[in-house]
């Protein structure tokens, strides 16, 4: 999150998502969230805008969000 602070990101971008994960309700379809396969299976990936990422993993037994990496898709994927 720091990286992101210090690259000018808005983070109430990522405190709306991260209210609506708490709250248990769906993202819209603006933040074009999914399930990741492969390495990823799991996961859970969604945009906050439009090259900037947030990959989370949604823990249903311990009633749990854990966010796992933010950025842009270079920076996750290495593309």
């Not at 109430?12 to 933040?31: D, I, M, Q, T």
């Not at 990422?53 to 270079?74: C, F, N, Q, T």
Request: aromatic share 8%.
């Amino acid at each position: 999150m720091k990286r992101c602070q210090r690259q000018g990101k808005d983070m109430a971008l990522f405190k709306a998502v991260n209210e609506r994960l708490l709250a248990g309700e769906a993202l819209p379809a603006s933040y074009r969230d999914h399930a990741l396969v492969g390495n990823w299976r799991g996961h859970r990936d969604c945009h906050l805008a439009p090259d900037w990422l947030l990959i989370y993993r949604v823990d249903e037994a311990a009633s749990a969000i854990e966010y796992v990496r933010m950025g842009s898709r270079a920076e996750l994927f290495n593309r």
